[in-house]
């Protein structure tokens, strides 16, 4: 009875695990100006505004902790290798920040302790034509390290659309 009821757990565990990763579709973010094609849950929700010296998407759907923000404004470096080191600079001046865990050619993802709580955080840089953009976490919320990969990754198959 107890072998039973800890393998019908584990299963349930197992589809609950597998359904937040599968959750995500394709998303065209072409309807605000931008050519790329992007992964988010279904239920998510688009925010867009252009600012002074940028545009700023967000798109979040909080019951699956997806909470992405992207930046998109004139490009500084025709190099992603030297925007991903600018980003790693920034970011280490948080007094919040711990280490990086994981590096990419395109991005990284690192580790936040604030008020003893670890938090999860990335970036992860496109330059398309004269425009860079640059993926993160939403300011506000704490992220597990899975929740951080599953939003990096969703990235990783940035697509750009044809006109």
């Not at 590096?103 to 496109?126: H, L, Q």
Request: with cysteine; net charge positive.
């Amino acid at each position: 009875m107890v072998k039973k009821t800890f393998f019908g757990l584990l299963f349930v565990l197992a589809l609950t695990s597998c359904a937040k990763k599968n959750d995500l579709k394709p998303l065209s973010l072409l309807d605000y100006g931008i050519p790329l094609t992007i992964m988010a849950p279904d239920s998510a929700s688009i925010k867009h505004e252009k600012l002074a010296i940028e545009e700023d998407i967000t798109i979040t759907a909080p019951a699956s902790n997806y909470k992405l923000q992207i930046f998109i404004s004139e490009a500084t470096y025709s190099n992603p290798s030297k925007l991903v080191e600018e980003q790693k600079g920034v970011v280490k001046q948080n007094p919040y920040f711990t280490k990086i865990t994981d590096e990419y050619p395109d991005g990284f993802i690192f580790e936040s302790n604030i008020d003893s709580t670890k938090t999860f955080g990335f970036r992860r840089v496109k330059i398309m034509g004269d425009k860079e953009i640059i993926f993160r976490e939403a300011l506000l919320g704490t992220f597990s390290k899975e929740d951080i990969e599953r939003m990096y990754h969703a990235v990783e198959g940035v697509k750009r659309k044809k006109k």
